[in-house]
């Protein structure tokens, strides 16, 4: 059994403090109500997020769920229905949101990999009949969280995001870890981004950032975001303080993540020496490891507790599913002991 003294702290990019460099840029942040007129942190972040992602307009937002939420709200009529991955951040992780909210459906298709194709939806639009609901939109996930950190196919994207397009449906993006792709894939972010009416992005998550998320898109679309939330309750006076720890994370942390993608391969490699334990598909895109546990030796549960008494901490994604994400916290040392507790537990 390896120990070790230093919690190394697993469970998700979420769990990142913010650097000193970060926590200096957060005091000198120049702020002003953000609700009343203008917090100039916050402009500057805006201004180049939207110029990053390649669209018009961009505002920041307390949580990537808000961000979603927002964008499902403006691009459906209420009592409508939008179409999306079965799998996917927005349907299994925002506590149906979009029903209580927004008063909408959520068309599931099973994706292969978390990834949709024009053929799995093709025939998912709803008839105009007073029978059905109306389909409006067409949501992605890139990377998709719950298949590891799995990279959409870019050309799969522009098929389906035109297909839509063609049948009078707006595209929306759940990119909460869109730096990742881009990083990984070796595309721009604005590349990534272009075929999407909408994109939502995290700075909390691999970027480090203590708080927040932005939705990007048509000014129109943003103007109207601004009142929606309002009304959701993500007004933020003097929010350039947050503003200005996302700005140094968006200017200085995202060509660093290649780092994180080594350490998760790292990890990986380590739970496929580990005979009790699977890779889900055998593949690491990005930051985070699924892996699938052999239900004949044990449960998730009773490996993250194992784990976790020896200085590891990791999730429990389902009674057979562990996962690990990497990020700016954790140090190559840290890994290096990671793995060697990895291969010798269960």
């Known amino acids: 059994m390896v120990s070790i003294s230093e919690p190394i702290d697993l469970r998700s990019d979420t769990v990142t403090k913010p650097t000193p460099e970060m926590l200096q840029a957060m005091m000198n942040a120049q702020v002003g109500d953000d609700v009343i007129d203008i917090d100039p942190t916050l402009q500057q972040l805006e201004n180049l997020t939207a110029e990053i992602l390649g669209k018009e307009a961009a505002i920041f937002m307390p949580s990537g769920t808000m961000s979603n939420q927002i964008a499902l709200r403006l691009h459906c009529d209420r009592g409508s229905e939008f179409i999306c991955e079965a799998d996917c951040h927005i349907h299994h992780y925002e506590q149906g949101a979009y029903a209580q909210l927004s ?135 003097q929010a350039g303080f947050l503003g200005a720890a996302a700005l140094y994370s968006l200017q ?47 449960t998730a549960a009773n490996v993250v507790d194992q784990l976790n008494r020896q200085g590891l901490q990791c999730l429990s994604m389902g009674r057979q599913t562990i996962r690990f994400v990497t990020h700016l916290n954790v140090s190559g040392q840290q890994i290096e002991n990671a793995c060697k507790i990895i291969e010798t537990c269960v």
């Not at 990834?115 to 109306?134: M, Y």
């Not at 972010?189 to 970027?207: H, M, N, Q, T, Y």
């Not at 020496?273 to 985070?288: E, G, L, P, Q, Y």
Request: proline share 2%; glycine share 8%.
């Open 103 to 237: 008063g909408l459906v959520a068309k599931t298709i099973a994706g292969q990999g978390g990834a949709l194709t024009t053929e799995s939806v093709e025939d998912t639009i709803s008839p105009e009949n007073e029978h059905f609901l109306r389909t409006r939109l067409l949501c992605l996930e890139n990377t998709h969280n719950r298949w590891g950190g799995r990279i959409q196919s870019q050309a799969e994207i522009q098929k389906i995001c035109s297909w839509a397009h063609q049948n009078a449906l707006k595209t929306h993006l759940d990119g909460a870890r869109l730096w990742n792709a881009a990083i990984a894939s070796g595309l721009t972010e604005r590349e990534l981004c272009e075929p999407f009416d909408s994109i939502s992005v995290c700075f909390s998550k691999g970027l480090g950032a203590p708080v927040g998320s932005a939705l990007a898109g048509p000014k129109s679309l943003i103007a109207e975001a601004r009142r929606a939330r309002k009304l959701f309750g993500g007004g933020m006076r």
């Open 252 to 298: 200085n942390h995202r060509e660093r993540l290649i780092m994180d993608h080594q350490h998760a391969e790292q990890i990986g490699n380590a739970c496929e020496n580990n005979k009790a334990f699977k890779v889900r598909d055998h593949r690491i895109d990005t930051n985070i490891v699924i892996c699938d546990v052999d239900a004949s030796v044990t």
